[in-house]
């Protein structure tokens, strides 16, 4: 009886070690992924601070999100804590998660950064815009396979995207269309200023990176400085229409109706830099 005792004993101390080293091999070969970089939300210098304290006071909690690609360790989310406990030489905790792809990897890690807390308005309507690129594409892909399928596969209706984002967030279709622009915009700069433009640190205005959506560059090349940026600007201005306006207007309405509802501050701020930009087209 002691020997099938000891026996099961062993047995399981060898699983514990297996598992102990496999996850050990795990956190010494994750992998940054450069393609996910524009979905990790950056924190301020003071936000980072207050997040290392926390750490080294009480270590780090919550698990490190990793996606085993192929072989691949990539890490999903906790970039930041990952960073800390690196630079600390502190232990971490990983749960693997199980993805069809790295579009899906994308759609989880957006809809991860839009429950964030804090959140600038400019930072959800370019999270809004990642998700709906990311989507739509998903979208067009299986539609380009319908082509090919049974006639009752062609039948099944198609996905509006923006409609589908709009009912979710509480806005109009237009509104996501028009966050799908300054996503496109926003990536045309490097990742630097990129992030300067979401925290507010410059003067450039949320119509001006909307502007860049269709500016050609070439590949890997990015705006890297407001003088660039300001450069590439100069005669992209076009003629305000009145159904610009009006739209405008209806939507600092509905923001100011909902700053005022839910007593939001930052939407507050939000509004009323809406209202210059406004004002400056007349």
């Not at 990536?187 to 909307?210: A, D, M």
């Not at 300001?230 to 076009?238: N, V």
Request: glycine share 4%.
């Amino acid at each position: 009886m002691a020997k099938k005792v000891f026996a099961k004993s062993k047995i399981l101390n060898a699983a514990i070690q297996q598992k102990t080293t496999s996850e050990d091999h795990i956190k010494n070969n994750l992998v940054i992924n450069d393609d996910l970089k524009a979905f990790i939300r950056a924190l301020s210098d003071e936000e980072y601070k207050q997040l290392e304290a926390n750490i080294l006071e009480e270590g780090c909690k919550d698990a490190l999100i990793v996606w085993n690609n192929n072989g691949e360790y990539v890490l999903v989310d906790g970039h930041n804590r990952y960073r800390i406990c690196k630079e600390h030489k502190l232990d971490f905790k990983i749960i693997q998660k199980d993805f069809d792809d790295l579009d899906q990897v994308k759609d989880y890690m957006v809809k991860i950064q839009l429950g964030r807390r804090n959140l600038t308005q400019e930072e959800i309507s370019y999270y809004r815009g990642l998700r709906y690129e990311t989507e739509k594409n998903r979208t067009g892909n299986i539609q380009n396979l319908r082509q090919n399928s049974t006639e009752k596969d062609k039948m099944s209706p198609s996905v509006n995207t923006a409609e589908k984002l709009a009912n979710e967030y509480g806005v109009n279709e237009k509104t996501i269309k028009r966050d799908a622009k300054y996503t496109q915009g926003l990536n045309k700069l490097s990742p630097v200023l990129r992030q300067e433009v979401l925290k507010g640190k410059t003067n450039i205005k949320k119509q001006e990176v909307q502007s860049l959506a269709g500016l050609k560059t070439i590949k890997n090349e990015s705006i890297d400085s407001v003088d660039v940026l300001q450069k590439q600007l100069k005669g992209k201005k076009t003629p305000v229409k009145g159904n610009d306006i009006t739209f405008m207007q209806k939507e600092i309405i509905n923001k100011l109706n909902q700053a005022v509802k839910t007593r939001d501050k930052i939407l507050i701020k939000e509004v009323k830099k809406e209202l210059n930009a406004l004002e400056k087209m007349f």
